[in-house]
């Protein structure tokens, strides 16, 4: 997705999203985007504008989240909820195949690719970065996973440029936000100073396209003042920093750290937050037979580096303790992953935190584990 160059930032009305979502609609989109559910801002299948949450912000700490009325009618004045774009990209449950018992033996047959092309409203830029995170794992290797690269083909990005981070966001730390510079069609920002409505920039050809079908007018220096101003904002509002200065060798020096003991008295292993994160991506494939023997298929699920099963080697787990499975995980994500992709595989979201049942926080975690060694340092 090349970016155009030197686009000009236009404006709409909030009203013009009925707008956007009715012309990706009739290109043939599913468009998907945050809603309100069961007292959370979830990613769900949008027919209408109506639908986004208006006028609804979420307070996140460790282990809490909760919404909470905004006294304006912000479209997107929220952070991050439990959901990512992971679901739709990489779905927690797949069929790869199906087999019929013939005379000949067994006929395999492939499950049909995603046909329909996705729209994604509402993508923070901590999530574009898990979104790019994800293209390089599935997509960037030797061998391109077929499901991911059909579902991610052709999709249209809305990102949203965010002025109202959760407690728990520090993708400032980690560069990842809070403004969308790559990976988007369209990218807007929500003023509310004033007049309300949202600068839109343009990010490729078919955005240009969409966004000519839409009223709206050039933007002026005090609606782009008013912007710059609200994601300013945020980037000073972060509800969390992170020093990440060197942690993949921080990492390394301090596996047999303490601190990995103190965690595992209160991680539950119970395996959310790599459910909610937005780059995870362990995988595991379960075949199943009927009853006859004629017929079997193999489905692909999501799992996690916390349970017993993912580590499994004849024999056993080579992970069997709360603590070596959390040590994995945070080892992994902020360490060995420069390796594998040449990058951190955090992108500050949070969601780890916020949905943690027990309140653990990365963040702490990690700024725990290099004051260990100043400490260290200290007695020398």
């Known amino acids: 997705m090349e970016r155009l160059p ?8 909030p009203e013009a999203l009925d707008g956007l979502l009715e012309a990706l ?14 007292g959370a801002i979830v990613y769900e299948d949008l027919e209408s504008a109506a639908e986004l949450p208006i006028g609804w912000t979420d307070s996140q700490d460790a282990g809490t989240y909760r919404l909470e009325r905004r006294d304006d009618e912000a479209r997107f004045g929220y952070a991050v909820g439990p959901h990512s774009w992971k679901q739709f990209l990489l779905p927690a449950r797949i069929r790869l195949w199906r087999a019929k018992r013939s ?11 995603e046909d329909v092309p996705l729209a994604l409203i509402g993508v923070r830029a901590c999530e574009l970065h898990g979104i790019a995170i994800q293209d390089r ?3 960037g290797g030797s061998y391109a996973d077929r499901d991911y690269a059909a579902r991610r083909k052709d999709a249209f990005v809305v990102a949203v440029n965010c002025f109202e981070p959760a407690g728990t966001c520090f993708c400032v730390s980690m560069g990842t936000g809070p403004k969308a510079e790559a990976g988007y069609d369209l990218a807007l920002t ?13 990010g490729t050809e078919l955005g240009a396209e969409i966004l000519s079908e839409l009223p709206h007018r050039a933007a ?12 300013s904002g945020a980037a000073e509002k972060m509800g969390r920093r992170l020093d990440v200065t060197d942690i993949r060798d921080l990492l ?7 601190r990995w003991d103190d965690v595992a008295t209160r991680c539950l292993t119970c395996g959310n937050c790599t459910l909610v994160c937005p780059t995870c991506f362990c995988l595991t494939v379960e075949d199943h037979t009927d009853l006859t023997g004629d017929q079997s298929e193999r489905t692909r699920l999501w799992d996690s580096c916390f349970t017993l099963d993912h580590s499994y080697i004849h024999g056993g787990s080579i992970r069997p303790s709360g603590r070596s499975r959390y040590r994995q995980w945070l080892t992994h994500k902020f360490g060995t992953w420069h390796d594998q992709f040449g990058s951190s595989g955090c992108v500050g979201c949070g969601r780890c935190i916020a949905w943690c049942p027990v309140g653990i ?12 060694e100043g400490a260290d340092h200290g007695d020398d």
């Open 190 to 202: 929500e003023v509310l100073d004033g007049a309300h409505r949202l600068l839109v920039e343009v």
């Open 25 to 38: 609609t009739g290109r043939g989109f599913r468009v998907v985007g945050p809603t309100v559910r069961d």
């Open 103 to 113: 005379d000949d033996g067994f006929e395999v047959e492939e499950e049909p690719l």
């Open 252 to 258: 390394a020096r301090n596996l047999e750290n303490e």
């Open 361 to 372: 926080d990365v963040t702490e975690e990690l700024t725990a584990i290099r004051a260990s």
């Open 220 to 231: 002026e220096p005090a609606d782009l003042e008013a912007a710059g101003a609200a994601v």
């Open 6 to 13: 030197d686009a000009q930032t236009s404006v709409i009305e």
């Open 137 to 139: 794992v599935f997509l």
